[in-house]
């Protein structure tokens, strides 16, 4: 295989990875809480023996959150909440693993417990599930994260958390993410500079116009390099058919 293969192999094969993931953002533009994924990509310079012009490669070196602020939609509802600042909500799932997310859209579950409606117990400031009594009326959370009852009475602080290492969690879908086996369970550290607003949503921060440009200029790049690799292949043909006939 020539140069020309590798290099239109290695770009290909990068293009290939972006899409995944700008198709990823797009479909979930509408999330909330969601963070859009980008992908990090490094030239590698491969210097030829006896040439002077070095053969350019494309490396795929992972990906990276966006952390940015979603913008905050205002919903109405006693359940909704906001983050406004870098803290994470913590939450329990059906399969009782600890995940973290953004996505402040709260129902009380048949248990009167306080859940996402996905299903995924939301946990207190100490990192357990939140048991809402049933005669608690409209409650009020206050930016801190407190929950009172209709009557002004506390039930339970919203659980905000600082997650420093969050670009190396997994995505669990939902906007959600686990901690992977080689971290560790980490420490529930409380989220001091974020606030907690009531009756508001956190969108995705995903802005569909730039990420569908992405899109198109992604398929123009893996264009080019399948483009690449045909002509490669034609100029060996072509090479083997000259020879045959000599």
Not at 48 to 61: A, E, I, M, N, T
């Amino acid at each position: 295989m020539d140069n020309s293969s590798y290099v239109s192999l290695s770009l290909s094969s990068v293009m290939r990875r972006s899409m995944d993931i700008t198709t990823h953002n797009i479909a979930n533009a509408n999330t909330a809480g969601f963070k859009g994924e980008h992908a990090v990509f490094e030239e590698y310079l491969h210097k030829q023996p006896g040439k002077r012009d070095d053969v350019s490669f494309s490396l795929d070196k992972g990906s990276y959150m966006d952390l940015s602020q979603g913008g905050l939609v205002e919903t109405g509802s006693s359940l909704d909440v906001a983050i406004q600042g870098d803290g994470w909500m913590a939450y329990e799932t059906p399969e009782g693993r600890t995940t973290y997310g953004r996505d402040g859209r709260m129902v009380i579950d048949q248990l009167g417990n306080l859940s996402t409606t996905s299903g995924a117990l939301v946990l207190d400031a100490g990192g357990t599930p939140i048991a809402v009594p049933p005669a608690s009326g409209r409650i009020s959370i206050s930016e801190d994260g407190l929950i009172s009852d209709a009557n002004g009475e506390p039930i339970a602080t919203i659980g905000v958390f600082n997650v420093d290492d969050i670009q190396a969690y997994e995505r669990l879908g939902n906007g959600m993410f686990g901690v992977p086996e080689s971290l560790g369970q980490p420490a529930f550290n409380q989220a001091l500079d974020t606030k907690v607003i009531q009756g508001f949503v956190e969108q995705s921060n995903v802005q569909p116009i730039v990420e569908i440009t992405r899109m198109m200029e992604v398929q123009r790049a893996y264009d080019r390099s399948i483009k690449l690799s045909e002509n490669g292949h034609e100029l060996t043909r072509n090479a083997l058919s000259k020879l045959g006939r000599a």
